[in-house]
């Protein structure tokens, strides 16, 4: 053997080794012949023996002590095992006689066992039936304080006693069918608090958004920390594995999830798994109309009589918030249930899978009650039997604006359906067939008889019934309706009160709008063409004229401007914002609202169009008045387009002028002067303008002025409005967040905005139309006074030429109406430059005169100082312009020689051929004079006004 690496001696082996020694030593002795080597060998053992005893003799010494106490302890040793022995022995004797007396009395004993034994067992009974006696009190006392855990667990055990251990006692008959009718019943209540815990519990409205209370969020925050504190964890949570145990000290709602658990684990103690299953799927709806129900009835009560129809609408998306709140809850807690459900059928316990139900049918529930409320508010049952259409799209080709303006054929008639299907037996079967193959049927779930089965009341109206309530509701009602299809991991779009809400929206709601719409810009804009194929329509016939109609005057300042719109304009603008408005509470359907702001913007477009041309066509031919046809030349327009005037008018709408569009008052006057000239140019009749060629009706004229502001102001507003618009597939995350619009298509979009640019120049051609206009007056006017008119008469006529007369009060009858209706910039633009034209006309009008005289002089000079004196008046300038063509007439005072001399001695006033036509005229006027003498004199004209410094003469 080996110990910590030392070998160590078997004693067995060393008895052995020593016995060899003696026997080797005695074999050396009794082997040794020779006496004197067995003395050496005795010597050498005697020796070996002396050094071993005295050996022994240090060690003895040296463990003197412990010897003498193993020694002791040996000797006590030995004496205990000596007495052991002599009581075994003893032990065994005495079983010896008890076993022989034993046998002598064995069926006495037994008797006596078997008689102590059914003691024990009646008392024991005794102690059973005295306990279970008091099963029902300390049931009561349980249930009473909720400890359904322990009561349940009491009922289950006092039963299972009556069934087995105490089933031949007759005395307790009538308190075992007590006790198995409480346990019966005990599910029941324990169902019952279950849905207390589930439905009962979530009820903590908050209608914190009404008037006079705080803010909404502030109040769902402090909700959200309520159900914190009442510690309801998220039910993946709950522990599989973990045993449920109630503790009778304390309050077990104040943990509602281990509340919950001791509920289910206390169903499962009965065996009434299924039983509860079934029991809360069937109360899923009518408990959850129950809180609608209540809810709406304390939100009535919360707000009295504060609810009216401006604040309506928030009442339902209070109620709506409240109720969507409380469902949350709900299906939390049915989770919870569920989680607990799972736990107990992981335990081992077989429950079918059919006896169950999961968050999918409790959110089929939610949503068939949400959905049946939103049916009730937004009024689908009224509204869906007349559903209107709405545009799907809009797609308008690209169009020139003088298109509009251009002689368009006779429209014809369109042909009108005489009979539709929709009501046909076989249409409403197929229609209640779709609406039977729904994936929930709602049914009467706020039926009266159930409300008052649940002690409430009948179900109440927090507002009125509308299509328009949507609005209010469509952005809480799509993020409850995402965190369902979260919860029930579908594909975004396919819960079933997603297919309400969409078929809602696009089938009735969208309908509707667009109906309600197009019926408001109707009655805006009826009989509008009526009336202008028929002026003579009486003021106070019922009819009602959309261009002549204006918005008063509390209308103009709540719309911030100074001059009168068209009613038919703020009316249309009025539903625009609307359908805004639209577009910003339901932006998954931005597009369809826009385009129906597009086709609404076309209609109107095509009737202000339609209107505009019944005002300026003037016969059957669809001839149009001159300055109709000039506004719409491309080179007039172009023309006037260009002038400093118009681009004033641009730079006060926003943009600014340009320093190179600044001109001087010679850049003006040359400007004027084109501006005489092209429209002189274009009126090539010799017979002058007919009536039918002019608007003789002031009142037209302030039709169109209203027009132009109403058109300019709608124009500003949808531009902003466009602007305010960015296309899809451009739009970056930071610009459609920070747009107050959603994203639209980049196509409709576009539209829009050439819709828009079409009612920017319809506005722009009003007020061209009204800058010729006046100037095409002056023409109609002017032109007679030196062709008809009389000016070598012998008599001093004191009066101005008739035409005058009238000119001049057709513009002021002009002013009056257009100072009302055009702001101060575009009235001065209409008549600015007006008496370099007339000047201009009369001026030139010198050559349609035969003679003249002195006294056709001054009847010339009274008519330009009656317009100078009337214009003046207008403009609030002096028109020098008149000044200067009265001195041209005046220069017939003077010999044409003196008139030559003066151009000569002062240079030139007038153009070569005004000259020219004043010399001719002189000469008309003075037939003693030769033809020899009028070349002569337009030769010397001719050489003094085209001498060049250097005395050579151009061509």
Same mark, same amino acid.
């Given at each position: 053997?080996?110990?910590?690496?030392?070998?160590?001696?078997?004693?067995?082996?060393?008895?052995?080794?020593?016995?060899?020694?003696?026997?080797?030593?005695?074999?050396?002795?009794?082997?040794?012949?020779?006496?004197?080597?067995?003395? %050496?060998?005795?010597?050498?053992?005697?020796?070996?023996?002396?050094?071993?005893?005295?050996?022994?003799?240090?060690?003895?010494?040296?463990?003197?002590?412990?010897?003498?106490?193993?020694?002791?302890?040996?000797?006590?040793?030995?004496?205990?095992?000596?007495?052991?022995?002599?009581?075994?022995?003893?032990?065994?004797?005495?079983?010896?006689?008890? %076993?022989?007396?034993?046998?002598?009395?064995?069926?006495?004993?037994?008797?006596?066992?078997?008689?102590?034994?059914?003691?024990?067992?009646?008392?024991?009974?005794?102690?059973?039936?005295?306990?279970?006696?008091?099963?029902?009190? %300390?049931?009561?006392?349980?249930?009473?304080?909720?400890?359904?855990?322990?009561?349940?667990?009491?009922?289950?055990?006092?039963?299972?006693?009556?069934?087995?251990?105490?089933?031949?006692?007759?005395?307790? !008959?009538?308190?075992?069918?007590?006790?198995?009718?409480?346990?019966?019943?005990?599910?029941?209540?324990?169902?019952?608090?279950?849905?207390?815990?589930?439905?009962?519990?979530?009820?903590?409205?908050?209608?914190?958004?009404?008037?006079?209370?705080?803010?909404?969020?502030?109040?769902? =925050?402090?909700?959200?920390?309520?159900?914190?504190?009442?510690?309801?964890?998220?039910?993946?949570?709950?522990?599989?594995?973990?045993?449920?145990?109630?503790?009778?000290?304390?309050?077990?709602?104040?943990? *509602?999830?281990?509340?919950?658990?001791?509920?289910?684990?206390?169903?499962?103690?009965?065996?009434?798994?299924?039983?509860?299953?079934?029991?809360?799927?069937?109360?899923?709806? *009518?408990?959850?109309?129950?809180?609608?129900?209540?809810?709406?009835?304390?939100?009535?009560?919360?707000?009295?009589? =504060?609810?009216?129809?401006?604040?309506?609408?928030?009442?339902?998306?209070?109620?709506?918030?409240?109720?969507?709140?409380?469902?949350?809850?709900?299906?939390?807690?049915?989770?919870?249930?569920?989680?607990?459900?799972?736990?107990?059928?992981?335990?081992?316990?077989?429950?079918?899978? +059919?006896?169950?139900?999961?968050?999918?049918?409790?959110?089929?529930?939610? =949503? $068939?009650?949400?959905?049946?409320?939103?049916?009730?508010?937004?009024?689908?049952?009224?509204?869906?039997?007349?559903?209107?259409?709405?545009?799907?799209?809009?797609?308008?080709?690209?169009?020139?604006?003088?298109?509009?303006?251009?002689?368009?054929?006779?429209?014809?008639?369109?042909?009108?359906?005489?009979?539709?299907?929709?009501?046909?037996?076989?249409?409403?079967?197929?229609?209640?067939?779709?609406?039977?193959?729904?994936?929930?049927?709602?049914?009467?779930?706020?039926?009266?008889?159930?409300?008052?089965?649940?002690?409430?009341?009948?179900?109440?109206?927090?507002?009125?019934?509308?299509?328009?309530?949507?609005?209010?509701?469509?952005?809480?009602?799509?993020?409850?309706?995402?965190?369902?299809?979260?919860?029930?991991?579908?594909?975004?779009?396919?819960?079933?009160?997603?297919?309400?809400?969409?078929?809602?929206?696009?089938?009735?709601?969208?309908?509707?709008?667009?109906?309600?719409?197009?019926?408001?810009?109707?009655?805006?804009?009826?009989?509008?063409?009526?009336?202008?194929?028929?002026?003579?329509?009486?003021?106070?016939?019922?009819?009602?004229?959309?261009?002549?109609?204006?918005?008063?005057?509390?209308?103009?300042?709540?719309?911030?401007?100074?001059?009168?719109?068209?009613?038919?304009?703020?009316?249309?603008?009025?539903?625009?914002?609307?359908?805004?408005?639209?577009?910003?509470?339901?932006?998954?359907?931005?597009?369809?609202?826009?385009?129906?702001?597009?086709?609404?913007?076309?209609?109107?477009?095509?009737?202000?169009?339609?209107?505009?041309?019944?005002?300026?066509?003037?016969?059957?031919?669809?001839?149009?008045?001159?300055?109709?046809?000039?506004?719409?030349?491309?080179?007039?327009?172009?023309?006037? !387009?260009?002038?400093?005037?118009?681009?004033?008018?641009?730079?006060?709408?926003?943009?600014?002028? $340009?320093?190179?569009?600044?001109?001087?008052?010679?850049?003006?006057?040359?400007?004027?002067?084109?501006? $005489?000239?092209?429209?002189?140019?274009?009126?090539? &009749?010799?017979?002058?303008?007919?009536? =039918?060629?002019?608007?003789?009706?002031?009142?037209?004229?302030?039709?169109?002025?209203?027009?132009?502001?109403?058109?300019?102001?709608?124009?500003?507003?949808?531009?902003?409005?466009?602007?305010?618009?960015?296309?899809?597939?451009?739009?970056?995350?930071?610009?459609?967040?920070?747009?107050?619009?959603?994203?639209?298509?980049?196509?409709?979009?576009?539209?829009?905005?050439?819709?828009?640019?079409?009612?920017?120049?319809?506005?722009?051609?009003?007020?061209?139309?009204?800058?010729?206009?006046?100037?095409?007056?002056?023409?109609?006017?002017?032109?007679?006074?030196?062709?008809?008119?009389?000016?070598?008469?012998?008599?001093?006529?004191?009066?101005?030429?008739?035409?005058?007369?009238?000119?001049?009060?057709?513009?002021?009858?002009? +002013?009056?109406?257009?100072?009302?209706?055009?702001?101060?910039?575009?009235?001065?633009?209409?008549?600015?430059?007006?008496?370099?034209?007339?000047?201009?006309?009369?001026?030139?009008?010198?050559?349609?005169?035969?003679?003249?005289?002195?006294?056709?002089?001054?009847?010339?000079?009274?008519?330009?100082?009656?317009?100078?004196?009337?214009?003046?008046?207008?403009?609030? &300038?002096?028109?020098?312009?008149?000044?200067?063509?009265?001195?041209?007439?005046?220069?017939?005072?003077?010999?044409?020689?003196?008139?030559?001399?003066?151009?000569?001695?002062?240079?030139?006033?007038?153009?070569?051929?005004?000259?020219?036509?004043?010399?001719?005229?002189?000469?008309?006027?003075?037939?003693?004079?030769?033809?020899?003498?009028?070349?002569?004199?337009?030769?010397?004209?001719?050489?003094?006004?085209?001498?060049? *410094?250097?005395?050579?003469?151009?061509?």
């Amino acid at each position: 053997m080996e110990k910590n690496g030392e070998k160590v001696a078997n004693p067995a082996a060393k008895g052995r080794e020593t016995s060899e020694f003696l026997m080797a030593i005695v074999r050396t002795l009794s082997t040794s012949a020779d006496f004197q080597q067995r003395e %050496k060998e005795k010597a050498r053992i005697e020796k070996t023996f002396t050094e071993s005893d005295k050996k022994l003799g240090e060690l003895v010494s040296e463990n003197y002590q412990d010897l003498t106490q193993i020694t002791q302890d040996f000797s006590t040793i030995s004496k205990s095992v000596n007495e052991a022995r002599e009581k075994i022995k003893k032990i065994k004797d005495d079983l010896s006689s008890c %076993k022989t007396l034993l046998h002598c009395k064995r069926d006495e004993l037994r008797r006596l066992w078997i008689e102590g034994v059914e003691q024990k067992t009646m008392v024991a009974m005794l102690d059973q039936i005295e306990q279970i006696k008091e099963v029902p009190t %300390k049931l009561d006392n349980l249930l009473l304080k909720k400890h359904y855990l322990h009561g349940t667990e009491l009922v289950v055990n006092a039963v299972a006693k009556l069934e087995n251990q105490l089933v031949g006692v007759e005395a307790l !008959r009538d308190l075992k069918a007590e006790l198995i009718t409480r346990k019966e019943q005990l599910h029941e209540v324990l169902i019952e608090e279950l849905n207390r815990q589930i439905y009962i519990k979530s009820q903590t409205p908050n209608f914190s958004s009404l008037p006079g209370k705080k803010g909404g969020s502030v109040a769902k =925050q402090d909700t959200l920390k309520r159900k914190e504190r009442n510690g309801v964890p998220p039910p993946e949570k709950i522990e599989f594995g973990k045993e449920v145990k109630e503790d009778l000290n304390s309050d077990p709602e104040d943990d *509602p999830t281990h509340f919950i658990a001791i509920l289910v684990e206390s169903l499962y103690m009965l065996r009434k798994i299924p039983e509860a299953a079934e029991g809360l799927k069937v109360r899923i709806q *009518p408990e959850l109309s129950a809180i609608v129900a209540r809810t709406s009835q304390l939100l009535l009560e919360s707000t009295s009589n =504060q609810v009216d129809a401006s604040n309506q609408s928030q009442c339902l998306l209070d109620l709506l918030e409240n109720i969507f709140h409380q469902f949350r809850f709900v299906a939390h807690m049915h989770k919870m249930v569920l989680r607990n459900l799972d736990r107990i059928i992981v335990s081992g316990v077989p429950v079918r899978q +059919e006896c169950l139900y999961d968050m999918t049918d409790v959110w089929s529930k939610i =949503q $068939a009650v949400v959905e049946l409320l939103l049916r009730e508010y937004l009024d689908v049952e009224n509204t869906s039997a007349s559903r209107q259409r709405a545009p799907t799209s809009f797609d308008e080709p690209s169009t020139d604006i003088n298109s509009f303006f251009a002689k368009k054929r006779p429209a014809k008639p369109k042909k009108m359906a005489l009979f539709r299907f929709d009501a046909s037996i076989h249409a409403i079967s197929t229609n209640s067939y779709v609406d039977d193959s729904r994936a929930f049927d709602t049914g009467d779930l706020f039926s009266s008889s159930l409300l008052a089965e649940m002690g409430l009341e009948k179900n109440q109206m927090v507002c009125k019934p509308s299509v328009y309530n949507i609005t209010a509701i469509f952005r809480p009602l799509e993020s409850f309706i995402r965190e369902i299809e979260d919860a029930i991991a579908c594909q975004d779009g396919t819960s079933s009160l997603q297919a309400f809400v969409t078929d809602f929206v696009q089938n009735i709601f969208l309908g509707h709008v667009h109906y309600t719409v197009s019926t408001s810009i109707t009655s805006a804009t009826k009989d509008l063409i009526r009336y202008y194929k028929n002026p003579q329509i009486d003021e106070e016939d019922e009819s009602f004229d959309a261009l002549r109609h204006v918005v008063d005057h509390k209308t103009q300042k709540e719309l911030g401007v100074n001059r009168p719109l068209l009613t038919s304009t703020v009316t249309v603008d009025k539903n625009l914002q609307e359908l805004r408005e639209l577009m910003q509470d339901l932006p998954d359907y931005a597009d369809q609202f826009l385009n129906m702001i597009c086709n609404t913007l076309k209609e109107y477009r095509d009737t202000c169009h339609s209107a505009y041309r019944e005002i300026v066509q003037y016969d059957s031919d669809e001839r149009r008045v001159i300055s109709a046809m000039w506004a719409k030349d491309e080179d007039i327009s172009r023309f006037l !387009r260009s002038l400093p005037s118009w681009r004033s008018l641009q730079s006060s709408r926003g943009q600014e002028l $340009a320093s190179e569009d600044v001109c001087s008052e010679e850049e003006i006057k040359a400007l004027n002067s084109k501006e $005489a000239q092209i429209l002189i140019s274009n009126l090539t &009749s010799s017979d002058g303008l007919i009536q =039918q060629e002019i608007i003789t009706d002031v009142t037209q004229m302030r039709t169109i002025a209203n027009v132009h502001e109403s058109l300019e102001w709608f124009f500003n507003r949808m531009k902003d409005f466009s602007n305010g618009l960015s296309a899809r597939s451009t739009a970056t995350a930071a610009e459609t967040a920070a747009s107050e619009y959603p994203p639209v298509s980049e196509k409709t979009l576009g539209s829009l905005k050439n819709l828009v640019k079409d009612f920017q120049d319809l506005a722009e051609i009003c007020l061209l139309l009204l800058h010729l206009e006046v100037r095409v007056h002056c023409f109609y006017f002017l032109l007679p006074v030196a062709k008809q008119s009389n000016y070598a008469g012998p008599i001093d006529d004191l009066d101005p030429d008739s035409n005058v007369l009238k000119l001049n009060k057709d513009l002021t009858s002009m +002013e009056e109406v257009l100072q009302q209706s055009l702001q101060p910039k575009k009235f001065k633009y209409i008549f600015e430059s007006l008496g370099f034209l007339v000047a201009s006309i009369l001026m030139n009008s010198i050559q349609y005169m035969k003679k003249i005289n002195e006294n056709g002089i001054k009847k010339m000079c009274r008519n330009l100082f009656a317009i100078q004196q009337n214009l003046t008046n207008i403009t609030m &300038s002096r028109e020098s312009d008149l000044d200067h063509a009265r001195q041209y007439y005046e220069l017939l005072y003077i010999n044409p020689d003196d008139v030559i001399t003066m151009i000569a001695e002062k240079g030139c006033q007038y153009t070569f051929q005004e000259y020219t036509e004043l010399v001719k005229l002189h000469h008309r006027s003075h037939p003693a004079l030769s033809p020899s003498q009028l070349e002569q004199r337009m030769q010397k004209l001719k050489e003094v006004i085209f001498k060049t *410094p250097n005395g050579e003469h151009t061509p």
